[in-house]
């Protein structure tokens, strides 16, 4: 047995284009699933696709916006329609926005709680309505160690929030779905360098490396064999975990 096999299997990721999710989406891909590059940005998705077939794996670029239920839906069925099944649905989206609580705006913590636990519902129900009739899959939910924790120097309640909620979402749907056989579980990286972090001020990146045991910041490579585990056969009997990859932030 090739214990991190994924031959044969379909996969959709959102927020693939890039980041976390444009290395997990080619981890799977070299671990021989097709994948399904699906990202509000349909450039940035269109651009990682193609760069996936031209290192001869398959893989296409489909626009989604995980906050609209119908866009979740139809990025889903389009899998079904291109290659016949959805094995495993990596609902990695997410966004941070760093407001203090006292001035935050309705829209901003409406908008970080719709991308970051909305989305990761209704990309999940459009999965699991379609595993459940095919007898089963595998779901990943990109959580935080922010659902763990709270992180400083940055003001970031709303996206705490939202990450916590994806927790215990994973672990609800994973005990809901588990007749169906679809196993729902999510990985909580710490700071990874990605666009997202990269782009914060420099005195907050120099703190987090400060605070983080292993003194620097993961790369998005460091979280791929997770998430493929998590997709993979291997991960039968794992259903509603939550895999915390953050260079030992979390123990101290
Ligand atoms: P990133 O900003 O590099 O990528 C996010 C991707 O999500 C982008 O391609 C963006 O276009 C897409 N996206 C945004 N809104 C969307 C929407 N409404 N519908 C579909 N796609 C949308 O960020 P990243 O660091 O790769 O983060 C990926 C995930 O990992 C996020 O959920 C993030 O919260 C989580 N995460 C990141 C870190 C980190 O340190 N980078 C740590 C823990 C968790």
């Given at each position: 047995m090739n214990y991190a096999s994924l031959e044969g299997k379909t996969a959709f990721v959102t927020?693939?284009?890039?980041?976390?999710?444009?290395?997990?989406?080619?981890?799977?891909?070299?671990?021989?699933?097709?994948?399904?590059?699906?990202?509000?940005?349909?450039?940035?998705?269109e651009a990682t696709a193609e760069e996936l077939r031209e290192e001869g794996l398959?893989?296409?670029a489909i626009q989604?916006?995980?906050?609209d239920p119908q866009s979740a839906a139809d990025m889903a069925a389009a899998v079904v329609k291109k290659w016949g099944r959805l094995d495993i649905a990596f609902n990695n989206a997410g966004i941070c926005i760093n407001t203090p609580a006292l001035d935050m705006t309705y829209a901003e913590w409406k908008k970080v709680l719709d991308i970051n636990l909305t989305g990761v519902f209704l990309t999940s129900q459009a999965a699991g309505r379609i595993m459940k009739e095919q007898g089963g899959g595998s779901i990943i939910n990109t959580a935080s160690m922010s659902g763990h924790i709270v992180n400083i120097p940055q003001p970031q309640c709303t996206y705490n929030a939202s990450k916590a909620g994806v927790i215990l979402l994973t672990k609800s749907l994973a005990v809901e779905w588990a007749p169906y056989h679809i196993r729902v579980n999510s990985i909580s990286p710490g700071y990874i360098a990605t666009d997202m972090t990269l782009s914060a001020p420099q005195e907050w990146q120099v703190r987090w490396k400060d605070l983080t045991p292993t003194g620097r910041m993961g790369t998005p490579e460091e979280l791929v064999s997770a998430v493929v585990y998590l997709a993979s056969d291997s991960a039968s009997y794992t259903t509603g975990s939550d895999i915390v990859i953050d260079g030992a932030f979390t123990c101290i």
């Open positions: 927020g693939g284009a890039r980041g976390i999710g444009k290395a997990a989406a080619r981890g799977m891909a070299l671990s021989g699933a097709r994948v399904a590059i699906a990202d509000i940005d349909i450039a940035a998705a398959e893989a296409f989604c916006d995980v906050t």
